[in-house]
């Protein structure tokens, strides 16, 4: 074999690997694209049906004080079922649980005296989309902090201009 022809056989080789090292990093690529396009697609979905189900939320008011005086007036009826619906929709089984034991262990009556005390009550904006309301007990003892968000939607059609709060923690 000739000098020409081993040039030859390793200019083949390298082009054959720089070949086959190009078209992995594009399959490689195109696979990741495709995997992230999905990602972003279904978490598109999500939002959109958080949209929907937000958009048509008649559990909210105005403003996140009004929101909680009308949480506190379906606790006050022992209204459970409604009193959960002015969390977000995934707090709102674990909510249900924790009040349907509070009145099963005959502790409403305390909570209740606790949390309709104006006078041991404090709210405060954290940022412009978090209230939080500090709800002391006689002896001055932090015993709720409930955390009320502003949930908003700017992509979609059925956009509420305000927004809606609710509860993000108790």
């Not at 070949?19 to 990602?39: D, N, P, T, V």
């Not at 979905?45 to 949209?51: R, V, Y």
């Not at 009145?103 to 009556?109: A, R």
Request: aromatic share 12%.
């Amino acid at each position: 074999m000739n000098k020409r022809n081993i040039l030859l056989i390793g200019l083949v080789v390298v082009v054959l690997i720089t070949g086959i090292f190009l078209f992995g990093s594009f399959y490689c690529s195109q696979k990741e694209a495709y995997y992230y396009h999905r990602q972003t697609q279904n978490l598109i979905s999500a939002l959109k049906q958080k949209e929907k189900e937000y958009s048509n939320d008649i559990y909210s008011e105005d403003t996140p004080e009004e929101t909680y005086r009308a949480f506190l007036q379906a606790l006050q009826k022992k209204d459970i079922e409604r009193a959960v619906k002015y969390f977000i929709s995934e707090k709102q089984e674990d909510y249900k649980q924790l009040f349907t034991l509070i009145l099963q262990q005959k502790k409403w009556g305390d909570m209740m005296s606790d949390l309709l005390k104006k006078e041991n009550q404090s709210g405060d904006y954290k940022d412009k989309n978090t209230y939080v309301i500090h709800v002391l007990n006689d002896d001055k003892v932090l015993v709720a902090q409930p955390v009320l968000k502003k949930i908003e939607f700017s992509f979609g059609k059925t956009k509420k201009q305000a927004g809606i709060w609710k509860i993000t923690e108790f």
